[in-house]
């Protein structure tokens, strides 16, 4: 548990790269791992490394960056929760070899990335991330810009994981408690952890709750990828316990505000 967990907590997105090319060994590592990422959804995410020179790409977020990587899937339902919970096991494994990356979805020009891509009629390309060394420090415009989302924060947990009721605070046991906090530490867009879970009858149910006047196009909801990357965690959490996560898609009807969607469950055997 520990190991995940300090992965989890110590990941943050790196911005400020400091030139370095990603080494021959670590490009070797990065593809194989590629080759055994899955999600619970079965919906194949493709990744392409992208050279940044090579293809002329850049974010005016980003410093140094001189790789990418892209993400392509099939348009079609879940592919956006799938998309979340594949690229997710990639960003974490990146930090554990030393590798900083940064989800972007919204900071950069889209057609020039999906073209590098090779996007094909009836796929989506979610996100893109940068595959580098971080800079000794970080640029003021970092600096800035996560002060501005408080991306060091998160939600409490009683405001994110409830018992039986949606809005009713679940009391876990340490297990449950470790993994929820792995739930809770998960990267979002702008940092608005969309995710919501309630524990009926043993059983974690997930749900999207969706932020007033978030701008989602009809293809492509940023805070479903958001869900997948949390669902990512916990399964992963469970894993490493040595338990198995049987994940499903079966509303249970429990009442949820207007402006929630279920998403999915997860038992734990
Ligand atoms: C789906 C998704 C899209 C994101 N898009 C952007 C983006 O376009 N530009 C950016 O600078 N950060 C983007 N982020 C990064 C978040 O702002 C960041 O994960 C969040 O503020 C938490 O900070 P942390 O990752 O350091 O924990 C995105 C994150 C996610 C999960």
């Known amino acids: 548990m520990e190991k995940l967990m300090e992965t989890i907590k110590g990941r943050k997105s790196v911005r400020s790269f ?5 080494s021959e060994e670590h490009r070797r590592d990065i593809d194989e791992f590629i080759k055994t990422i899955r999600n619970p959804f079965d919906i194949p995410v493709e990744f392409v490394l992208l050279d940044a020179k090579e293809h002329g790409l850049s974010s005016p977020v980003l410093s140094g960056e001189n790789l990418y990587v892209a993400g392509k899937v099939e348009k079609r339902s879940y592919a956006d929760v799938a998309f979340g919970y594949s690229f997710e096991q990639l960003v974490l494994h ?5 590798i900083g990356t940064v989800w972007i979805g919204g900071t950069m020009k889209r057609e020039i990335f999906e073209k590098a891509a090779g996007l094909c009629e009836g796929e989506v390309m979610p996100c893109v991330s940068p595959f580098g060394y971080p800079a000794a420090k970080r640029s003021v415009k970092e600096t800035l810009m996560r002060k501005g989302i408080g991306a060091d924060s998160r939600l409490a947990a009683d405001k994110l994981f409830f018992d039986e009721k949606w809005g009713t605070a679940l009391s876990p046991d340490e297990d449950t408690a470790d993994l ?3 739930v809770r530490w998960a990267p979002s867009a702008v940092n608005k952890q969309p995710w919501r879970i309630i ?3 043993g059983v974690f149910h997930f749900y999207e709750k969706k932020d007033k006047g978030y701008v989602n196009d009809a293809t492509l909801d940023l805070q479903k990828i958001d869900l997948g990357i ?3 965690h916990f399964v992963l959490g469970i894993e490493e316990k040595g338990k198995t ?3 499903s898609v079966s509303d249970p009807g429990i009442a949820i505000p207007a402006d929630a969607e279920y998403i999915a469950s997860v038992k734990v055997q």
């Open 199 to 201: 524990v009926s009858n």
């Open 230 to 232: 949390a669902l990512c």
């Open 94 to 98: 990146a930090w554990s070899l030393g």
């Open 245 to 247: 996560a049987l994940v």
């Open 180 to 182: 929820l906090e792995m």
């Open 18 to 22: 400091d030139d370095r090319p990603v």
